[in-house]
Nanobody, 125 residues
Framework: QVQLVESGGGSVQSGGSLTLSCAAS????????MAWFRQAPGREREGVAS???????MLDDSVKGRFTIFQDNAKNTLYLQMNTLKPEDTGIYYC???????????????????WGQGTQVTISS
């Protein structure tokens, strides 16, 4: 059974950094798109970053230059390095596994069939 477990969330001040982790289990084939989404209070869930099986990454414009997505295939773990955090980055961050090796170009959540439980990130000004 596929499971995704996020960790690394917390509360930091504006300008700080956090690194989120997503430990995947229940499968060993890394031939899937992986992504991070977030949901702020009162807002819809939005895509933040994705990485396909070739290592090609895509970032939402709001986090370009500040966030980095990468993965350790040996550990079956996905990461999101977040720097220069802003209050608007506050939200619950979710890890997701796509149904295909390639990632959708528009962070369509319907392209992802496995989700973690989320980890809270709170940025204070």
């Amino acid at each position: 059974q596929v499971q995704l477990v996020e960790s690394g969330g917390g509360s930091v001040q504006s300008g700080g950094s956090l690194t989120l982790s997503c430990a995947a289990s229940g499968y060993t084939d890394n031939s899937y798109c992986m992504a991070w989404f977030r949901q702020a209070p009162g807002r819809e869930r939005e895509g933040v970053a994705s990485i396909d099986r070739t290592g090609r990454t895509m970032l939402d414009d709001s986090v370009k230059g500040r966030f980095t997505i990468f993965q350790d295939n040996a550990k079956n773990t996905l990461y999101l390095q977040m720097n220069t955090l802003k209050p608007e980055d506050t939200g619950i961050y979710y890890c997701a596994r796509g149904a295909w090796p390639s990632c959708s170009g528009d962070f369509n959540s319907r392209s992802y069939n496995y989700w973690g439980q989320g980890t809270q990130v709170t940025i204070s000004s």
